[in-house]
């Protein structure tokens, strides 16, 4: 290797690793405060940010969610009363650390079906599926973090004030069709609130080989607002052995949400 390639070299590895500590000085790493346990020690691997969320929770008893959910797992609740969410949303930016967004990839539509627990003194949330608009995320997160993702037909339209929303799982009678709207002014979740339950999860708990595996997430506090829906048609929960009060949900709104992603690893139970 001549003189000029050796310095090339040198100034690229230099240079990349410059570009890797600006990839890494994410402006959210910054906002902790109200995180409930400390950012965790190694470096995000993939962010995302999330769009028009309607958090849709209905009360459900604890022995009916017990079978559900694995034994290792413990469930959590809310003055004793345990929680399901269908929680429809759409992502932008989705992309490794290190990497731009990559068009066609980056944006899709998401819905999840999701519970409360505990592992140990941890708590986090529980997924009994996610269905998403694309296919290559469906396989990654099957593959690396070993959830339930499904690949559905979606759509998310604006019309007015509302978001139209349509899911459609492949090969499948899950189905969620509404439309949903921000009411009133957003504001950060009170500790202590059943707001503050329901949407303040730093990290996602699975099972896998009857181990259990855990992904901690980072964000700011919650934007929640008050919400309306008006939803036609919701088997979502259904799909997975869940039946669904006939009550009206309770309903929050968020318009957006920046996240960091872990890698997935092997949770320890520190009881």
Known sequence: MGVWEW?????WKRN?????????????????????????GGPWIMKQIWHDLLFAHWPIARDALRPLVPAQLELDSFE?????GVIPFWMSGVRPRCVPAIPGLSRFAELNVRTYVRFGRTPGVY???LDAANRAAVWAARAFYHLPYFFANMRVEHSQEWIEYSCCRVRSDAEFRGRYAAAGKATHPVSGSIEHFLTERYC?????????????IHHPPWPLQQARAEIRHNTMAQASGISL?????????????????WP???AQNKA
Not at 7 to 11: D, F, I, K, T
Not at 16 to 40: C, G, Q, S, T, Y
């Open 7 to 11: 310095y090339s070299a040198r100034m």
């Open 16 to 40: 990349a690793f410059r570009r890797n500590r600006i990839w890494e000085m994410d402006p959210l790493l910054k906002i902790v405060e109200h995180r409930p346990w400390p950012l965790p």
């Open 80 to 84: 004793g009363q345990g929680w399901v």
């Open 127 to 129: 997924f009994f599926s």
């Open 204 to 216: 996602l708990f699975t099972v896998y080989g009857n181990r259990v595996y855990r992904c901690d």
């Open 245 to 261: 009060p006939s009550t009206p949900p309770l309903l929050h709104y968020a318009a957006r949400q920046e996240v960091l992603v």
């Open 264 to 266: 997935l690893h092997r």
